[in-house]
């Protein structure tokens, strides 16, 4: 019967046997069993986990990479570093939305990552291959010193166009791979895989299906269903682990990106290096991501909901595709997913989280530019964001403790799997730590501002750098807590059936923070107006706790 292994013609028996009673079968047997199935569910874990990493690997060598690119190609100025950062996240936010429906749109749940993985190669692959050619050999983001005049030849403003066009393409295939990850495969890999079979196999035998059954003798929650009223509660776990393996990949590879520039003295050979890495590595996330998907049952079950193919008529189809149709299409499916967001419950969260990137107090990206054009070198550059980020891992280990923690003390009944009040504990701690350490940050930064043409006064270069380095690192604690945290909620609160389009939305956001952050270090491109900046970032972390705190009361 449809549904049901069969081991061969008339096995009527076997497939009996299959769907019998739990209590009809051999304990040696279910015991063989049960040990087979953890072991599966392992291995997919296992092969998960290195699939996610050599993503996020790619993904996070290539955006410290840029950086050092943007700033050897066009040294001692920060208007391309801003085009660099305003096209790829403006890019987000007009299609992180259209994407995410992309993405819901597939009843397979492996075919938009796979399509999401081989046009991140692709992009990256060729955008290494385009930096490698206006890159100046003077190596200005190697040299302090240089003061060399930069070439706007016409050639290299053309291939500096044809990057940010590839780094827009690239930027969306990382969005569509974080949505379906995040949002629809972790939930789906938290849930033990074999209780549906079990729950069949506790049906009397030789029942259909899709024909009423008794209650399994396992509670299993079903696709559609809200994940709050029943979710395993070892997701915090899984959020943990792939949010360690991100701030791991994020250690190691700037490290490794880092060493190979110094080491070969140019950012050419980086470039050839990160170009031949991502056709290795390619094929390698294609064949595990393949096999998580083949291991989980729950991954192979088509979407409910989802469309793939039109029904209407080619004539219809030609009537659709004319720019205005089409534009009013696309601005009716976008007008759906922000209804969805805005009367979601988990709406203050998400732009609380999604306000973070707006922040430039964090040493990475705009900060990162901002510390090349002041002629910092980059080795201390580069320790300082290895420092911050073992504070960020350190976060991930530290946030699954304290939300368990605090469900012991107030003695959470076991029937809430969902942790909800341990989250607004820990979420609420989270953004208030880093609040208040960033209250010593953004006053470095005015006094060192006011001193000094390159924001940093000479007398002081070991001190005040030293203590800023330091504040800042330890802040990281608190938006990496709260980005765990953040995401567990949209896990439980928004329905499947509605979540990838919800996350869409929220990615649209976060880039669009990004977006405003990039142009806000245009407007204070120089050293000594980099302090307004930073005062407009620590505001809006304020903005970011005081909208949690209300989201945390209404809860109550």
Excluded at 536 to 555: D, N, R
Aim: glycine content about 6%; proline content about 6%.
């Amino acid at each position: 019967m449809d549904g049901y292994r069969t081991f061969g013609p008339g096995s009527e028996d076997e497939d009996a046997t299959e769907t019998g009673s739990l209590r009809d079968r051999n304990p040696r047997e279910d015991s063989i069993e049960a040990r087979r199935r953890r072991n599966i569910d392992h291995a997919s874990l296992i092969a998960f986990y290195a699939g996610h990493a050599l993503f996020m690997a790619n993904n996070r060598g290539y955006e410290f990479a840029s950086v050092l690119f943007t700033a050897s190609a066009f040294p001692h100025t920060l208007v391309a570093a801003s085009l660099r950062g305003l096209s790829a996240h403006l890019a987000s936010v007009l299609f992180s939305p259209s994407v995410g429906r992309w993405c819901d749109a597939h009843a397979s749940r492996i075919r938009p990552v796979q399509i999401c993985i081989v046009m991140q190669r692709f992009c990256i692959a060729l955008a290494c291959l385009g930096w490698a050619l206006i890159v100046q050999e003077s190596e200005a983001c190697l040299d302090p010193g240089f003061r060399g005049q930069p070439d706007v030849s016409t050639w290299k403003r053309t291939t500096f166009a044809v990057l940010l066009l590839l780094g827009m393409l690239e930027r969306l295939s990382a969005v569509g791979n974080q949505i379906v990850v995040e949002r629809d495969w972790l939930p789906l890999l938290a849930e033990r895989n074999w209780l549906p079979r079990l729950a069949e196999r506790s049906s009397p035998s030789g029942t259909a299906p899709d024909s009423p059954s008794p209650k399994p003798l396992l509670h299993t929650t079903t696709e559609e269903d809200p994940l709050l009223s029943g979710k395993p509660p070892r997701l915090h776990n899984l959020n943990a682990t792939t949010k360690l393996i991100d701030l791991v990949t994020k250690l190691v590879t700037p490290l490794a990106v880092s060493a190979i520039a110094i080491g070969f003295t140019s950012t050419r050979w980086v470039a050839g290096i990160l170009a031949l890495t991502q056709l290795l590595s390619c094929p390698l996330e294609l064949y595990l991501t393949h096999l998580v998907w083949t291991a989980c049952p729950a991954l192979q079950k088509p979407k409910a909901g989802s469309q793939i193919t039109s029904a209407t008529s080619p004539e219809e189809d030609q009537q659709v595709a004319t720019l205005s149709q089409r534009f009013k299409t696309d601005l009716t499916a976008w007008s759906h997913s922000l209804r969805i967001y805005i009367r979601s419950t988990a709406l203050l969260p998400s732009l609380a989280f999604a306000l973070e990137p707006f922040s430039v107090l964090t040493l990475a990206g705009s900060m990162t530019s901002y510390l090349l054009v002041a002629q910092f070198p980059l080795t201390h550059i580069t320790a300082a964001r290895a420092a911050s980020t073992i504070v960020e891992i350190s976060s991930t280990i530290l946030t699954p403790l304290l939300i368990a923690w605090h469900s012991r003390r107030n003695k959470d009944p076991p029937e809430d799997p969902s942790n909800l009040r341990s989250l607004t504990f820990v979420g609420l701690l989270g953004l208030s730590w880093q609040f208040i350490l960033l209250i010593p940050a953004t006053t470095l930064l005015m006094l060192l501002g006011n001193t000094s043409s390159t924001g940093f006064p000479s007398a002081a270069a070991a001190k005040f750098p030293a203590i800023l380095f330091t504040t800042l690192a330890l802040s990281r604690l608190g938006p990496f807590a709260y980005s765990l945290v953040s995401q567990q909620i949209v896990q439980l609160q928004v329905p499947s059936h509605e979540r990838m389009q919800f996350s869409g939305v929220e990615m649209a956001l976060i880039d669009l923070s990004e977006l405003a952050r990039w142009g806000m270090l245009g407007i204070f491109g120089a050293p000594s107006q980099f302090r307004w900046a930073a005062v407009i970032s620590f505001c809006s972390v304020g903005l970011s706790v005081g909208m949690f705190a209300v989201w945390k009361e209404k809860k109550k």
